[in-house]
Nanobody
Framework: VQLQASGGGLVQPGASLTLSCATSEGVYAVGWFRQAPGKEREFVAATSRHRTARYYADAVRGRFTISGDINKPTVYLEMTDLQPADTAVYFC???????????????????WGKGTLVTVSS
């Protein structure tokens, strides 16, 4: 399984940005993680393999929305009201987990794409 994250860029505080994660095959739970300089990779959001469940980290709940269609290979992360603290490299990952709730820990994801950089600065 190959994943490709895209859509990052430089935006001002308060702006919105949508990231895309294209998967090459299969049906997997998909998660978004981010890693800021000098920090560990952290969970951002995830959706179950059937795209019926969506989970968010407390830091982004209400501002970020993960979405996708089981019949289409792309999962999106819509980010609104971006703040400097959201600056990081964002990664998407796929997990073969079949439970209702998608996993939230990086080690539960088998496949990772290259990250896309999001910079929030005035």
């Amino acid at each position: 399984v190959q994943l490709q994250a895209s859509g990052g860029g430089l935006v001002q505080p308060g702006a919105s940005l949508t990231l895309s994660c294209a998967t090459s095959e299969g049906v997997y739970a998909v998660g978004w993680f981010r890693q800021a300089p000098g920090k560990e990779r952290e969970f951002v959001a995830a959706t179950s393999r059937h795209r019926t469940a969506r989970y968010y980290a407390d830091a982004v709940r209400g501002r970020f929305t993960i979405s996708g269609d089981i019949n289409k290979p792309t999962v999106y992360l819509e980010m609104t009201d971006l703040q400097p603290a959201d600056t990081a490299v964002y990664f998407c990952a796929a997990s073969s987990w079949q439970g209702y709730a998608p996993p939230e820990r990086p080690n539960e994801y088998e496949y990772w794409g290259k990250g896309t950089l999001v910079t929030v600065s005035s």
